[in-house]
Structure formats: structure tokens, C-alpha cells
């Protein structure tokens, strides 16, 4: 399935009249914006995980690992809590998650192999844009156009992220900043990490948005075993279409495997999808923006990653921007 036709598919879909989703649940005893909080802790480990695992295993079946464990993880709790809730899904209810599965399938697939590439701190920066795609899709599936502020935020967060990616390429020595040529810089095998990490970005947004639609008439559990075992099996495909090896791993390697499902995800993500239960996805999708500052402090703290002066001030320019826009959504 390509690409485009999956954010078309959820364009198309989203925008389909909400007969069969009610309303967003009332405000729960505990404040979203805690789910929020220890989400921002959860995934902010995922970089260093994958760093690790990368030693030994390809980035897809990392994914395709992270996706599948953490399905297989919440298949008993979930049949056994919510197996009428999963019965009682209408089809309108089946698609749309089908389409927040591959959306988020190809999220993982294009970020995890950016950091193959590029720095923890340009990938998570550059996937930190995610809000904002969120805002530029907000007009084709919320009806809502965006404002100056959101506008201004997200010139500011380009110009950031531009120097983030440079950054990889480009060196700043005091008032001197030097760059290969733009044959070389082109060809550059961050800049290609970059790219995918931006990628991973939107198709991230289209993850949020489907399933702030979708978590409006569906309990936490029951949506998030079907959008991560979907994801786990777009994954599971990718990997067997490239011919990489399941098995045959290091334990240590099994090890990471389980952390990425653990935390990053089970208690990361599925955080962030049950904040989408009851606040806008542009606001949710804000916790991406704190994603970068705790990763690249356990990648300088774990990985000997130090982040160079224009790694700084792209990320600030980055992250000030997103958080300027995200404001304003």
C-alpha cells in the first residue's frame, strides 16, 4: 500500500459524518495532562533503546518487534476487559483503525531507520514537527484554518529543523560556518535520515488525528490492541518483503526488544492515545515537542552524543516555534 493513498485514505475517512463516534468521554479524575507527563518520560527513552538494539538487529525488525510485543502484551487483558467492546465495532470504527495502524506502521518504519543515519537529537527534533503537520492537516479533516500564530510558529520551527539537518553536514567554528558542496550535501547520508525522520513526522500526524477521532467512541484498551497489532503486521510484512532475519538474536538484543515494548510503548504511546480520549490531537501531539530535549540528555549521558552549537540553536529555533504554533492551535 503506498504512502499516499494511506493519508488519503484517512483524509477521506475522518471526514466522513460521526454517526457512529460519539463524543469525547468527560475530563476523568486524573487531569490528561498527567498521561501526558509520563508520556513525555516514556518515550523519551526510545531513542537510546533502538540505539542499542540497532547494534545487532535492522531497524524494521526493531519496529516490527516493539509493535508485536507490545500487541501480544495486551491481547489477554484486553480480550478478556473489553472483548464486547472490540465486537460491538462498526465498520466505520474498523476502518478508521485499520488506517491509524498503517499510518502508525510506516511512522515507525521511516523514524527507527532515520536514526540509522542521523543523530538522536536531528531525528527527534525533526519528528518533534509533528504538531504542526497536525495543524496543516487540520483544515482538511477538523474544517479549522490556521492562524498567524500557527503560521509564524511554523516558519520559526523550519528555520530550526533546517539547521538541526545542516547541522549533521555543516560545521560552526566559532563565527565560521562551513559546509561541503551542494552536490555532497545532497547526497549526504544524514540529510537522507533527516528527511526520513520528517517523514516519520507526518505520517505520525495522520496517526494522532484518526485516532482522536476514533478514541471519542472507543475504550483505551480495545483501540490500542487493534492499532498496534495492525502496525506490528504492516511491520511484520516490511520486514519478511526485505528479507531480514526474526531470530537468531542476541538475548541482550530480546532485551531492548521488550523495553521498546514496555515503556516507549505500552505505557508511552498508550498515554498519549488515552489523553486523545479527551483532549484536541494538536494538543496531545505537543508532547512530542518535549520528546527531543529528554532524549538527546540520555543520548549525551548514555550514547557520548554531545550536541554541537548549531545542534542547540536549531533545536531551540525548532522547538520554540512548535511550541509557539502548538499555543496557538
Not at 528527511?195 to 494522532?208: E, K, Q, S, V
Not at 528479507?243 to 537468531?248: E, I, N, Q, V, Y
Not at 501531539?285 to 529528554?294: D, N, R
Not at 540553536?313 to 504554533?325: F, M, N, Q
Request: proline share 6%.
Amino acid at each position: 500500500m503506498k504512502l499516499g493513498f494511506v493519508v488519503y485514505t484517512a483524509i477521506r475517512m475522518s471526514t466522513l459524518p460521526n454517526t457512529d463516534l460519539p463524543r469525547a468521554a468527560p475530563r476523568p479524575a486524573i487531569h490528561p495532562l498527567m498521561g501526558m507527563v509520563i508520556a513525555v518520560l516514556a518515550v523519551s527513552t526510545a531513542s537510546v533503546f533502538i540505539r542499542q538494539a540497532q547494534q545487532d538487529a535492522p531497524s524494521i525488525v526493531i519496529a516490527t518487534y516493539r509493535l508485536g510485543l507490545a500487541a501480544l502484551l495486551l491481547a489477554p487483558v484486553t480480550l478478556s476487559c473489553q472483548r464486547a467492546e472490540l465486537r460491538a465495532m462498526g465498520p466505520p470504527q474498523w476502518g478508521l483503525a485499520l488506517v491509524s495502524g498503517v499510518l502508525l506502521g510506516f511512522h515507525f518504519i521511516l523514524w527507527i531507520t532515520s536514526l540509522e543515519y542521523t543523530t538522536v537529537a536531528s531525528s527527534t527534533v525533526l519528528v518533534g514537527t509533528l504538531p504542526l503537520f497536525v495543524g496543516l492537516l487540520s483544515p482538511l479533516l477538523l474544517h479549522e484554518v490556521p492562524g498567524r500564530g500557527l503560521m509564524a510558529g511554523m516558519a520559526l520551527a523550519i528555520v530550526g529543523g533546517s539547521l538541526m539537518a545542516l547541522s549533521d553536514a555543516c560545521l560552526l567554528r566559532g563565527l565560521q560556518f562551513t559546509c561541503p558542496s551542494a552536490s555532497e550535501l545532497l547526497y549526504s547520508s544524514a540529510l537522507y535520515g533527516d528527511g526520513l525522520a520528517l517523514l516519520g513526522a507526518i505520517t505520525g500526524a495522520g496517526y494522532f488525528i484518526v485516532g482522536r477521532r476514533l478514541r471519542a467512541g472507543l475504550p483505551l484498551l480495545a483501540y490500542i490492541f487493534v492499532v498496534y497489532g495492525v502496525a506490528a503486521l504492516v511491520l511484520l510484512a516490511t520486514a519478511l518483503g526485505a528479507g531480514l532475519p526474526l531470530w537468531g538474536y542476541p538475548r541482550t538484543t530480546y532485551l531492548w526488544f521488550l523495553l521498546l515494548a514496555a515503556v516507549p510503548q505500552l505505557i508511552g504511546h498508550s498515554s498519549l492515545n488515552w489523553a486523545l480520549g479527551y483532549l484536541p490531537a494538536a494538543f496531545v501531539a505537543i508532547v512530542f515537542v518535549g520528546e527531543p530535549a529528554g532524549s538527546t540528555v540520555l543520548a549525551w549521558l548514555l550514547l557520548n552524543e554531545t550536541p554541537t552549537w548549531l545542534q542547540l540553536l536549531g533545536g531551540a529555533l525548532a522547538l520554540s516555534g512548535i511550541g509557539y504554533a502548538s499555543r496557538k492551535l
